[in-house]
């Protein structure tokens, strides 16, 4: 009995201490935008519902909504401080350098930039990056397209005699991608796309137009017209707004042979025929595991990315046109990309120059590129990217380093 008493008071003791940890932790959350803009949208979902599986009340969160990528993040950060504060997440790239500085200033706040790059040497412990495997999902939303597009070709809808626009000189089917900046990020995730595409078509090339902006809905509808326009049969994203898909659904009302994938969202709504599917983040997998590292006093990892095989990442519900046989073909591919038996970037599948690239050294020392010539703010390693006949993306940080331009993708950078 008191062996059984001992035990109880044990596990009263652990709860109320855990539940001690658990209303210690206060959350500020900078934003880029709000739930208007997809990829801001995502995360604030992932964090409601890891808050709700680890017991965070609505008041020990914090939101600071469409905060630029200027000074004011840090004021931001230090206002959300004021406020108790004792762990900051910001979302967008450009907020990094300045939740480095906010790191600095408050060495008692941990500090998760996601989508940065220099955490790991900042020399600052209270500095973390965080980004998922996304790649693996537009690899396989390529793969959707894919899909699609065989099955256009097999009915006859796209060859050279119905749609010779859709063709460019050399045979190839053309599909396009609306991207936001020439960052590695975007660069990683269209070749996945590309190559998701190229495993079900071999005979493809994508023209990728760019933005320069996350969420610009008329730049993306712009630049997804201009595709279709030069006969792009899919269009992809790396943009955050419905632009592209909107602008994709009027052309196929229109008469056009044209097909959307999205990114972070369900575009159905906004495409309910034109949309195939689109890659998204699972943000909750991260914040559920940041959460409750931190409710236990466990360190938080410097950097985190993870993908298929811990369920970070997926594919948006398959819309009506995707090709019969796609839900089996996508279910086969990702769990070969979660068991490691299918490498996004395998070299066998793509060549540089009309070579196969054997060697990619990656300097992963931050740059300031404001400088003539650039200087380093943050010296890292250099690293060998190409581990057992693949690009090795995300694993020497978690921000994608991957800016090889592979043949059959041509950039439109005005």
């Given amino acids: 009995m008191k062996k059984l008493l001992a035990l109880v008071l044990a596990a009263v003791l652990c709860l109320a201490a855990c539940a001690a940890l658990a209303d210690d932790l206060k959350v500020g959350v900078i934003l880029i935008g709000d739930e208007t803009e997809g990829y801001t949208l995502a995360h604030m979902n992932g964090i409601k519902e890891a808050a709700a599986n680890v017991g965070l009340a609505d008041d020990q969160i914090i939101w600071k909504y469409t905060i630029p990528e200027d000074q004011t993040c840090y004021d931001a950060a230090q206002d959300l401080i004021g406020q108790g504060c004792n762990l900051i997440v910001s979302n967008s790239y450009g907020h990094q350098t300045y939740m480095d500085l906010a790191a600095e200033d408050f060495p008692d706040v941990t500090f998760v930039a996601m989508t940065g790059d220099f955490a790991a040497f900042s020399g600052k412990p209270n500095l973390k990056n965080a980004f998922t495997n996304i790649y693996e999902a537009r690899y396989v939303s390529g793969v959707v397209a894919g899909m699609k597009l065989a099955e256009l070709i097999a009915d ?77 049969v899919i269009i992809g994203q790396h943009a955050d707004s419905t632009g592209a898909p909107a602008a994709t659904q009027a052309k196929l009302d229109a008469g056009n042979v044209c097909y959307s994938v999205g990114y972070n969202i369900d575009m159905l709504p906004t495409a309910p025929t034109a949309a195939l599917t689109s890659p998204t983040n699972t943000w909750s997998v991260y914040y559920t595991e940041l959460f409750t590292m931190m409710q236990n006093g466990e360190e938080v990892p410097t950097d985190w990315a993870k993908g298929f095989a811990d369920g970070a990442v997926a594919i948006t519900e398959l819309g009506p046109s995707c090709a019969e046989g796609t839900a089996e073909k996508v279910a086969e591919v990702e769990a070969a990309i979660a068991d490691g038996s299918l490498k996004v970037f395998d070299t066998a599948t793509f060549t540089v120059g009309g070579e196969t690239v054997t060697s990619c050294p990656v300097d992963l020392s931050f740059m300031d590129f404001s400088t003539n010539p650039p200087s380093v703010v943050y010296q890292g390693d250099t690293v060998e990217a190409i581990v057992d006949g693949a690009f090795s993306e995300s694993t020497f940080r978690s921000a994608p380093y991957f800016l090889l331009d592979i043949d059959g993708i041509v950039k439109d950078e005005q």
């Fill in 156 to 232: 006859g809808v796209v060859t050279p005699e119905a749609l010779p626009t859709a063709f460019d000189a050399d045979g190839n089917v053309k599909i396009g991608y609306v991207g936001a900046f020439t960052y590695a990020e975007v660069v990683s995730g269209y070749t996945a796309f590309f190559l998701g595409v190229r495993s079900i078509v071999p005979n493809v090339t994508m023209e990728v137009e760019f933005t320069q902006s996350w969420f610009d809905i008329d730049k993306e509808a712009a630049a997804a017209e201009s595709l279709i326009a030069k006969g792009c």
